[in-house]
């Protein structure tokens, strides 16, 4: 959201002071040089970011349209389900024994298959590496009408794109990194936009197309990200909670101050069962959690070792906090311990909320198509930042912006710099990266050649 540092269109209609002067002839350098780092270093890992992210909103909706066979399914003249245990019985029929029933998911659209998950051990135990496959089933006939193992899925591969680059733990982190870089980009990028004075409304709130060249293509920077700021920050921001580095030590803040539920920071355990007993069946595990909330839409998970228990719990993907959590013992099928998500601490609340905010579902279709516009706005602004790095840049240079003679950078700066480096310990990290390259490449090139 940058503005090309000689762009006449800025001129101002107002004298400044030179105490403005002086202050804004500091800032503005030193916001730029960050602005462009920030930019052009993590410019490929949004582009790879905001494209899977744009996919991923709509995953859902996609996926039932493109296979209604394994979704859809035709009402009866008296729709009436079939019991959870005859769905489960004839999924767990179509699959090989060495899958594991893992879960089950029942949504309130009664023309919607429901979703019937196996798990099964791949590669060493202590890896706890599973793949998964789902079983979908009519709910009036209990008739299997497919699968699909859902790492083998084109949004499988799109969600791994999006959290890890295909690349395992460093890709996690080079993503984290991106992201928070990318957050320091949109800020210095409307630092960079704000007005001084009176400026003129087009090339500041509007776009000079009929200008043509440098000054279009800085407004086709600028302008789009102005206007979709806030979506793309929150977008941004929120995705941090499922990072590496930042989302653990935000949950570590929110358990160390009291603000996660007792259940969830460690769920309850299941008694040894008697010899001889009859485990609770899906049926009765379901209409026990139906006395604490109604559950229209749920996912069930089943216990895989000795002492877990089954956990209960409706979906939060479109900011619906009016349900809950419920643990059940996994032999009586009572309640163990339940969470109600409209009693729960703020920040608990908000940690739920991130993830619709963060996939654009708050609010259903609106907010989706928002949100898909907002990551090809990162996009563009990706793109029109390199090309305007690109026909800027003095041949066979690079064309980074320098410190001059004398500039001296204002405290705000600093005091803003060791505040990102501080929320942002991985850009804090890169800093002092980039630091010690730099007094390396000074070192190296004060060093006397050797005779």
């Excluded at 996690?172 to 210095?188: D, N, P, Q």
Aim: aromatic share 12%; with cysteine; net charge positive.
């Amino acid at each position: 959201m940058s503005p090309s540092p000689a762009d006449p269109s800025r001129v101002e209609s107002r004298v400044e002071t030179p105490r403005e002067r002086s202050w804004l002839s500091a800032l503005h350098p030193a916001v730029w040089r960050w602005h462009f780092w920030a930019g052009l270093l993590v410019t490929p890992f949004l582009i790879v970011i905001s494209i899977t992210g744009a996919l991923y909103v709509f995953q859902e909706d996609l996926a039932v349209w493109s296979r209604p066979d394994l979704h859809r399914v035709a009402l009866p003249a008296d729709p009436v389900p079939r019991s959870y245990a005859e769905r489960v019985a004839a999924a767990r029929a179509h699959v090989p024994a060495e899958w594991e029933f893992a879960s089950f998911d029942e949504v309130p659209d009664p023309a919607r298959a429901d979703q019937v998950g196996f798990e099964r051990q791949i590669g060493p135990a202590e890896d706890h590496t599973h793949e998964h496959r789902f079983v979908f089933v009519d709910p009036y006939t209990a008739r299997v009408l497919g699968d699909y193992v859902y790492e083998e899925s084109f949004f499988a591969v799109v969600l791994r794109l999006h959290r890890t680059l295909l690349a395992g733990t460093p890709g996690r982190i080079a993503i984290e990194v991106a992201t928070c870089w990318g957050i320091v980009s949109l800020l210095t990028g409307l630092l960079l936009w704000w007005p001084r004075g009176r400026e003129k409304l087009w090339g500041v709130w509007l776009p000079r197309l009929r200008s043509g060249g440098k000054l279009a293509l800085r407004d086709l920077h600028t302008l789009p990200g102005l206007y979709l700021f806030a979506v793309a920050f929150a977008i941004m921001f929120t995705g941090l909670l499922y990072t590496q580095v930042w989302g653990r030590a935000a949950f570590a803040g929110l358990y160390f101050g009291g603000q996660l539920p007792v259940p969830y920071v460690s769920p309850p355990k299941s008694a040894p069962p008697p010899e001889g007993a009859v485990p609770a069946g899906i049926d009765a595990l379901v209409a026990e959690a139906r006395r604490h909330h109604p559950f229209p839409e749920f996912s069930l998970h089943a216990p895989h070792k000795p002492g877990d228990c089954w956990t209960l719990y409706g979906p939060t993907q479109r900011g619906d906090l009016d349900s809950g959590v419920v643990y059940l013992d996994a032999t009586t099928g009572l309640t163990l311990a339940t969470i109600d998500y409209a009693m729960l601490q703020p920040g608990a609340k908000a940690a739920l909320l991130f993830y619709s905010i963060h996939t654009g579902s708050v609010f259903g279709t609106p907010t989706k198509a928002l949100a898909v516009i907002a990551c090809l706005v990162i996009v563009a602004m990706s793109v029109t930042g390199v090309w305007m790095w690109w026909r800027r840049r003095p041949p066979g240079r690079l064309g980074a912006p320098r410190r001059t003679n004398g500039e001296r950078v204002p405290p705000l700066v600093i005091a803003t710099i060791l505040g990102l480096a501080v929320f942002f310990p991985l850009v804090g990290l890169s800093l002092v990266l980039l630091w010690l390259g730099e007094m390396a490449a000074r070192l190296v090139k004060r060093r006397p050649p050797s005779s």
